[in-house]
Nanobody, 115 residues
Framework: QVQLVESGGGLVQAGGSLRLSCAAS????????MGWYRQAPGKQRELVAT???????NYSDSVKGRFTISRDNANNTVYLQMNSLKPEDTGLYYC?????????WGQGTQVTVSS
């Protein structure tokens, strides 16, 4: 089993920045892909950004140019730097990872952007 613990969420004004962190621990074999999804109230969970162990990244169109995903492979940690935040970025942000084809989720961290 792999456990994921997120941190860094909070309340910020529009135009501000936040940095999310997610650390994986437990019986880790080989984590390939890590990333972030988010879920706004009344909406489906949507992809925000992903990163592979080799550093290849993918972003949703809504966050391109504003968010940056990065990763520390040695510490099995993924980060999400969020700049120029908008009220529509509000939601519960979930970290995930793929380890040996198994999918794991964190418990989520709340991000609230006020207008």
């Amino acid at each position: 089993q792999v456990q994921l613990v997120e941190s860094g969420g909070g309340l910020v004004q529009a135009g501000g920045s936040l940095r999310l962190s997610c650390a994986a621990s437990g019986s880790i074999f080989s984590i390939n892909r890590m990333g972030w999804y988010r879920q706004a109230p009344g909406k489906q969970r949507e992809l925000v950004a992903t990163i592979t162990s080799r550093g290849a990244t993918n972003y949703s169109d809504s966050v391109k140019g504003r968010f940056t995903i990065s990763r520390d492979n040695a510490n099995n940690t993924v980060y999400l730097q969020m700049n120029s935040l908008k009220p529509e970025d509000t939601g519960l942000y979930y970290c995930y990872c793929m380890d040996s084809a198994l999918l794991y989720w964190g418990q989520g961290t709340q991000v609230t952007v006020s207008s």
